[in-house]
């Protein structure tokens, strides 16, 4: 007999224990970072960066132009405080950013 829910559990929950059961791992608080990404680093940066995968603690982030990506190798530590802060968990210990495809159509 299946347990009756007081009320439908969040997505994010079940998306969760969906992964666990099927052993594949998944951090779906990674997924966050796309989605604040712009706030978190602000509209300049936004326009010339994007985030293009997570690997482990690694996070690569797509430039437009090396000026942006050296720059941006100053801003580095307080990039990654700020996105973990944002996303209540360390997800980044580390940042390497590559000239690539900065617009959402890439």
Known sequence: MRKKMDKPAPLGTVLQQALKASRIDVDLDAYGLWQQWNNVVGPAIAENTR????????????????????????????????????????????????????????
């Open 51 to 106: 985030p293009e995968a997570i690997k482990g603690k690694l996070l690569v982030v797509h430039v437009s132009s090396a000026p942006w990506m050296h720059q941006l190798q100053f801003l580095k530590p307080e990039l990654i405080e700020k996105l973990n802060e944002t996303l209540g968990k360390e997800l980044v210990g580390d940042i390497r950013f590559k000239i690539g495809p900065v617009d959402g159509d890439a």
